[in-house]
């Protein structure tokens, strides 16, 4: 994409570009967009020996997504064909052109050119619907996002300095114009940061919102001290519940690090299929990404393990960011009552006040959540769309969603389960 002249602080030439390929960009040159306040050996470390100034979201880490692109996972044949946008700083010289030497990384963008509205949590297959109906074509389209992976985290990356907004913007009018180049209907930029959304409201975006459920820790020093700031009746509803799971001889196994080998993720990659299966049609990882991921970020993954009579039978993956603990994905062979909700949310709670992490985000949807002493939180997704009608008619429909939103989430922190005097 073409190089343009700034005029913010720094007063040096940028430009933008398209990478069709993550593993096309150094990964030190990513990650220090995606995560600069992270210290480089973080990875190495657990949770509990990194300090709260440190923020690190793996999601956005080079080592995740070009898993996904490594793996075969993201591609031109699953519809998710990679185009990430990516700034770079050429100071004060001019002398040289576009290209992978053309100056410093400073700002980056994960994109993708899509022809579906899988795998994404943001639905707009509605949109969709309607403006095909009405004589358009809704894909392609452009997503900016992790693919199918629901958790907050930023989109626009740059690194730190004067020139940040700058560089965010930049990456802003990129999108736009990449999205007319490509002739695209939309551009949607999902699960952003509150700072983020607020940022493309301010220059056009539609504004969209949700809910998920996540829990935070109060300082427990166990998990029984959690248990009592709920309610009596909750309390022993979750207690009941942790020991039926176990009740038929059921071992739970936490594994992070070296721990995990091949022979684990072949059992979990088996869960997820089975589960995967039934309850979506086509799960969308497949079994090469746990691999890749396994080689590459190992420390940042909790793997709790359900085993019965020596067999796995059940379990849950979890990413570790410096102070949340994200639920990712579940499965299952054997259907035992209440494990889903052990292996899932009681021990991820767990490890998270072992740890000493302020949040664990459990995923997607789910109100089942909320007696477990998970609460709505507010999502953010922005969106620009390219026909002046169809964008007309979101904008009306999401005003409206936003008001429904808002509405929910308080008559559901109405029935959280804690005391009234621990919310």
């Known amino acids: 994409m073409a190089r343009s002249k700034s005029s913010e602080p720094g007063g040096g030439t940028i430009s933008v570009r398209v990478v069709d390929r993550l593993g096309d960009i150094p990964a030190a040159d990513w990650d220090a967009c995606a995560n600069p306040r992270a210290q480089p050996e973080a990875a190495s470390r657990t949770p509990s020996e990194i300090t709260s100034e440190e923020t690190y979201n793996p999601f956005v880490s080079h080592a995740f997504l070009n898993s996904l692109e490594a793996?075969?996972?993201?591609?031109?044949?699953?519809?998710?064909?990679?185009?990430?946008?990516?700034?770079?700083?050429?100071?004060?010289?001019?002398?040289?052109?576009?290209?992978?030497?053309?100056?410093?990384?400073?700002?980056?963008?994960?994109?993708?050119?899509?022809?579906?509205?899988?795998?994404?949590?943001?639905?707009?297959?509605?949109?969709a619907d309607a403006y095909e109906r009405a004589g358009g074509h809704y894909y392609p389209k452009l997503q900016v996002s992790v693919p199918f992976t629901p958790v907050t985290g930023p989109r626009l990356l740059a690194q730190p300095g004067p020139d940040a907004d700058r560089n965010?913007?930049?990456?802003?009018?990129?999108?736009?114009?990449?999205?007319?180049?490509?002739?695209?209907?939309?551009?949607?930029?999902?699960?952003?940061?509150?700072?983020?959304?607020?940022?493309?409201?301010?220059?056009?975006?539609?504004?969209?919102?949700?809910?998920?459920f996540h829990w935070a820790n109060e300082g427990y020093a166990d998990f029984e001290e959690f248990l009592a700031a709920l309610s009596s009746r909750k309390r022993k509803a979750i207690r009941r519940e942790r020991r039926e799971a176990l009740s038929e001889g059921i071992e739970i196994v936490r594994l992070s690090g070296s721990d995990i080998t091949e022979d684990h993720w072949d059992a979990f990659f088996?869960?997820?299929?089975?589960?995967?299966?039934?309850?979506?049609?086509?799960?969308?990882?497949?079994?090469?990404?746990?691999?890749?991921?396994?080689?590459?970020?190992?420390?940042?993954?909790?793997?709790?393990?359900?085993?019965?009579?020596?067999?796995?039978?059940?379990?849950?993956?979890?990413?570790?960011?410096?102070?949340?603990?994200?639920?990712?994905?579940?499965?299952c062979v054997e259907d035992h009552p209440f494990l889903h909700f052990?292996?899932?949310?009681?021990?991820?709670?767990?490890?998270?006040?072992?740890?000493?992490?302020?949040?664990?985000?459990?995923?997607?949807?789910?109100?089942?959540?909320?007696?477990?002493?998970?609460?709505?939180?507010?999502?953010?997704?922005?969106?620009?769309?390219?026909?002046a009608g169809l964008r007309d008619a979101i904008a009306d429909y999401l005003d409206r969603e936003r008001h429904y939103v808002d509405a929910e989430a308080r008559l559901l922190r109405d029935h959280a389960p804690f005391k009234k005097d621990s919310q």
């Open 71 to 127: 793996s075969g996972t993201v591609a031109a044949k699953t519809g998710w064909l990679p185009q990430h946008l990516v700034v770079e700083d050429r100071g004060t010289d001019d002398s040289t052109d576009g290209g992978t030497d053309g100056g410093v990384i400073a700002a980056a963008m994960p994109c993708y050119l899509k022809n579906h509205s899988y795998g994404e949590y943001v639905f707009d297959h509605g949109w």
């Open 168 to 212: 965010r913007n930049a990456l802003i009018a990129a999108a736009v114009e990449l999205c007319k180049r490509h002739k695209a209907s939309s551009v949607h930029w999902t699960f952003l940061p509150k700072h983020e959304w607020d940022l493309l409201g301010e220059v056009g975006a539609l504004q969209r919102t949700d809910r998920q």
């Open 270 to 331: 088996a869960f997820y299929m089975d589960t995967g299966g039934r309850k979506w049609g086509r799960p969308y990882l497949n079994r090469a990404f746990f691999s890749e991921i396994g080689a590459s970020m190992a420390e940042r993954i909790v793997l709790v393990m359900a085993r019965r009579a020596g067999r796995w039978i059940a379990g849950a993956l979890n990413f570790a960011g410096d102070t949340t603990l994200y639920g990712r994905h579940w499965g």
């Open 342 to 387: 052990e292996v899932c949310y009681y021990q991820a709670i767990e490890h998270a006040i072992d740890n000493r992490m302020a949040f664990v985000e459990a995923g997607a949807q789910g109100e089942h959540k909320l007696s477990r002493g998970y609460l709505p939180v507010t999502t953010y997704s922005a969106h620009y769309i390219a026909d």
